[in-house]
């Protein structure tokens, strides 16, 4: 038998996920419940075979059966082959004499093919010997060769006797070739200055399982919140534009119905052939531009209806923000408003969602209207260093502070026909572009919304 001592071997291995014990470590079990018994073997085995460790059961017949039918659920047929069982009877002679010599040569053979394997050993052995003549002294020559041999290598072994069948007096002489004693409810270290107690194997595998269970709900709950609340930021975006589109639509069906009447009327005149060629070419064109405008508006609206869909592309910021201005001048011109854009270049680059900005300025002119009898309000584009810097400002009738506190929380509003989700859904936009947005307010003076967006295409 070769037997080189692994200079890799590791401080410590794994009994369990939670409990590691020394290297080459030996436990000395006494067992008074076959239930449990078998209950250990499944959980020692069990962990084995999770860790991919190399497992030899050393027991009657009829325990491997039941070792096998505990794990059959859990296991494939193939995993449960590669559990090495050799019977008891015959490993230790039990109807014989029991020699420690032969005994532990026999091990050796056992083990020898994988000692060369960086897989940890696991051996389960269950001496049920009968009592003989010089019976300590025998056991203690094996249980102390055995420990050596397991000193040298990446193992754990549990040497395994019946609580009942062996005096007290034998168990606290064995003591001494172990490092640990477990019972069928216990587990601690023999000689140890630390006070650890552990559970018994299957005990602690099933408080380590039920823990992984409720780790792995929590994240599933953790996943499906998330997938909640990004739903619903999708059907707040989506619930907002079209709120937004119901209460646009009088508004553009003004818009439409103008050029429309000045294309009906041009019709007739050019039906009638009473126009030279000249007048009528330039009938062409102002029906032709008409058509451009009807055309501009029900694309805006369809497009603040459809589903929202991430589009982030390069874009002129200072265009997007004219084409929202003029879109809602005429809703605003309705109660006496002017809309302004003030901005320091004519053209800003970076990467946004067109749409989704859109539907931010949108939101926040319109709830400018609404708080506006007349006046005005003063759109602002600027830049510094690192963002693009868009404001709102109105001069309406402002909010008090314990309103201002609450300002972008879903479902707050102080609206009898809002549901408060605009404004939450314009915080969620703009942070998802990797921006923020700041509210100032003071009663009876106005309020002015400003967002930024980073230039740089990166976005948090």
């Known amino acids: 038998m070769k037997m080189e001592e692994n200079d890799k071997k590791p401080p410590v291995v794994k009994l369990t ?146 609580g009942q069948k062996i005096p007290s007096y034998i168990i606290c002489e064995l003591l001494s070739a172990h490092q640990y004693i477990m019972t069928d409810s216990k587990l601690l270290p023999i000689n140890s200055q630390e006070q650890v107690q552990f559970p018994t194997l299957h005990e602690q595998l099933e408080k380590e399982r039920e823990y992984k269970h409720l780790k792995f709900k929590h994240k599933e709950l953790q996943e499906d919140s998330e997938r909640m609340k990004q739903d619903f930021q999708m059907l707040a975006i ?58 501009q508006i029900t694309n805006d609206l369809l497009n603040l209806s459809k589903p929202p869909v991430e589009n982030y592309q390069e874009n002129n910021i200072i265009k997007v923000i004219n084409d929202v201005v003029t879109l809602l001048q005429f809703h605003a011109s309705q109660k006496g408003i002017e809309i302004v854009h003030n901005y320091e270049q004519d053209e800003i680059v970076l990467v946004f969602d067109e749409m989704k900005i859109k539907q931010v300025l949108i939101n926040l002119i319109k709830n400018s209207i609404e708080a506006m009898e007349e006046g005005k309000i003063t759109c602002h584009t600027s830049l510094d260093d690192r963002f693009v810097i868009v404001s709102v400002q109105d001069e309406g009738c402002g909010m008090p502070p314990h309103v201002l506190k609450q300002v972008g929380n879903p479902f707050f509003t ?47």
């Open 17 to 162: 996920d939670q409990i590691n014990i020394s290297n080459g470590s030996h436990i000395l079990y006494t067992y008074n419940d076959q239930v449990k018994y078998i209950n250990n073997i499944c959980a020692f085995v069990s962990q084995g075979l999770d860790e991919g460790d190399v497992i030899i059961l050393i027991d009657y017949t009829h325990i491997h059966g039941e070792v096998i039918n505990q794990l059959n659920e859990r296991y494939t047929k193939e995993d449960l082959n590669k559990i090495i069982f050799i019977d008891n009877v015959e490993f230790y002679e039990l109807n014989g004499v029991f020699n420690a010599s032969t005994i532990h040569e026999h091990f050796g053979e056992i083990i020898n093919p994988y000692l060369a394997s960086e897989k940890t050993i696991r051996a389960w052995g269950h001496a049920d010997i009968q009592m003989q003549d010089q019976l300590l002294e025998k056991l203690l020559d094996y249980e102390c060769r055995c420990s050596e041999l397991i000193d040298h290598f990446k193992m754990i072994t549990v040497c395994a006797y019946d």
């Open 238 to 295: 989506q619930s907002s534009k079209l709120s937004e589109t119901g209460k646009l639509a009088g508004s553009f069906a003004h818009e439409i119905k103008n050029p429309l009447t000045a294309i009906k009327g041009f019709l007739n005149l050019i039906s009638q052939n009473k126009i030279d060629q000249e007048k009528r070419q330039s009938y062409f064109q102002v029906m032709s531009d008409e058509i451009k405008k009807i055309e």
């Open 414 to 460: 102080t609206k009898d026909e809002g549901n408060g989700l605009g404004l939450s859904t314009c915080f969620n936009i703009i942070e998802n572009h990797g921006g923020s947005i700041a509210v100032e307010s003071k009663e009876d003076v106005g309020t002015t919304f400003a967002f930024k967006i980073p230039l740089s295409s990166n976005r948090n």
